[in-house]
Every structure is written in structure tokens, then in C-alpha cells.
């Protein structure tokens, strides 16, 4: 690759919600990890209520799908990368379960104490 070219962005497969009853299987971006955050690869994922809402219903409680979003939050896999060589966790190549339930505190369900 010569310079200034960008390398491919990495795609892997990912459940897309756009709306009750419509349900992708769809490529999506892998994101790079920012500070404080872990890449993790996943191995496997779980089907929850929530998700099954989503799909049936277009939202869960008063929360409404107003744009596609990714399922798929009960996951387990291996940790690839850390976004800053300061971030605790386990060391790359480990085997995790994601707690799903952890708020960041930052993004607009948390401000609004969803």
C-alpha cells in the first residue's frame, strides 16, 4: 500500500433492527476501540427479551427505534485490543463475557437516566 492509501475498513457480519418484523443479518464496520474501551471479537451472542421487543415491536418500553441499530449485547469472545495501552483489563487473546448492564454515564439514554 502506498501512502497516503487506507487500508480496507474491516467488515463483519452483525443483526441490524431497522423496524418491527425487519431484522438484516448485514456487514457492519468494526470500530476502533477509543480510550478506555476494548475491542472484543465475538464468538458467541444471545437472543434477549429486549431484542425479541425490538424486533416485534419496533422499541422496548417508551424507547422507539428511530434509526437502524445493531443487536446483540449478551456476548462472549476474546479481547483483540485496548484503545490506550492505560486501560485495564485482561490481556489480548483472553477469553470474556461482556456485562451488558454497565451505563457509560455519556451517552443520551444515560444523560436521561435511561
Known amino acids: 500500500m502506498s501512502a497516503g492509501e487506507r487500508a480496507p475498513e474491516e467488515r463483519v457480519p452483525g443483526c441490524v433492527i431497522h423496524g418491527a418484523g425487519d431484522l438484516r443479518v448485514t456487514d457492519v464496520p468494526v470500530p476502533p476501540p477509543g480510550p478506555g474501551e ?24 417508551d424507547f422507539r427505534l428511530r434509526e437502524p441499530m445493531l443487536l446483540g449485547h449478551e456476548v462472549v469472545g476474546t479481547v483483540v485490543a485496548y484503545g490506550s495501552p492505560d486501560t485495564p483489563g485482561p490481556a489480548a487473546g483472553t477469553p470474556v463475557a461482556v456485562h451488558p448492564a454497565t451505563p457509560c454515564g455519556a451517552c443520551p439514554e444515560c444523560v436521561d437516566g435511561r
Open 38 to 61: 476494548a475491542l472484543v471479537a465475538v464468538r458467541y451472542g444471545g437472543v434477549c427479551g429486549s431484542d425479541l421487543h425490538y424486533w416485534r415491536h419496533g422499541g422496548v418500553g
